[in-house]
T-cell receptor
Framework: GQQLNQSPQSMFIQEGEDVSMNCTSS?????WLWYKQDPGEGPVLLIALYKAGELTSNGRLTAQFGITRKDSFLNISASIPSDVGIYFC??????????????FGEGTQLTVNP | EPEVTQTPSHQVTQMGQEVILRCVPISNHLYFYWYRQILGQKVEFLVSFYNNEISEKSEIFDDQFSVERPDGSNFTLKIRSTKLEDSAMYFC????????????FGPGTRLLVL
């Protein structure tokens, strides 16, 4: 099946620092989604990307849909303690399946030290 | 803002017992999904459902699993005879239409099989 390689696996940063994480695949994706998951809760959508090259911001978060359609990155600027959590990329592979199943990355565990 | 809701939040069951996990998708959404997340791992697709039938299912979704939309609001996942390895967080998700690819996740049901 489709595989998404997400890196880094974990990050330990100081409050105020910028963060960057990315997902890559050997196959093409039609849609990239970035989710954040807090312990014991469901993934919460942060940013959705639908076109190759698309760059979208949501507050301090910026994500881009790679031009090759095989990668995406998420940047968080000026991190704050509440940014702590696990960040997942998820993609809708091409060709699109009948059920539009999402493939998830392994997640990036972010820790922000005040 | 409309949300996907799930009940129960936690379920403990004995191996071999049947469990039913319940979801109420966002009201005007047409596509419904179940995913699972084993502790510490990534989110995995189980099944998608549209127009009262399964659109796609993964290799995880074997004969022990079934889904149903018994009325206009609920979407259920049944596990007929639970196994120890079914212990996981189960997430329901929904999306509005075929073009809109963003899937919104519920808070999850933590299932523990003893």
């Amino acid at each position: 099946g489709q595989q998404l390689n997400q890196s880094p696996q974990s990050m330990f940063i100081q409050e105020g620092e910028d963060v960057s994480m990315n997902c890559t695949s050997s196959s093409i994706f039609n849609t990239w989604l970035w989710y954040k998951q807090d312990p014991g809760e469901g993934p919460v959508l942060l940013i959705a990307l639908y076109k190759a090259g698309e760059l979208t911001s949501n507050g301090r978060l910026t994500a881009q849909f790679g031009i090759t359609r095989k990668d995406s990155f998420l940047n968080i600027s000026a991190s704050i303690p509440s940014d702590v959590g696990i960040y997942f990329c998820a993609g809708l592979p091409a060709p699109q399946t009948s059920g539009s199943r999402l493939t998830f990355g392994e997640g990036t565990q972010l820790t922000v030290n005040p | 803002e409309p949300e996907v809701t799930q009940t129960p939040s936690h379920q403990v069951t004995q191996m071999g017992q049947e469990v039913i996990l319940r979801c109420v998708p966002i009201s005007n959404h047409l596509y419904f999904y179940w995913y699972r997340q084993i502790l510490g791992q990534k989110v995995e697709f189980l099944v998608s459902f549209y127009n009262n039938e399964i659109s796609e299912k993964s290799e995880i979704f074997d004969d022990q699993f079934s889904v149903e939309r018994p009325d206009g609001s609920n979407f259920t996942l049944k596990i007929r005879s639970t196994k120890l390895e079914d212990s996981a967080m189960y997430f329901c998700a929904s999306k509005k239409g075929y073009v809109q690819e963003t899937q919104y996740f519920g808070p999850g049901t933590r299932l523990l099989v003893l």
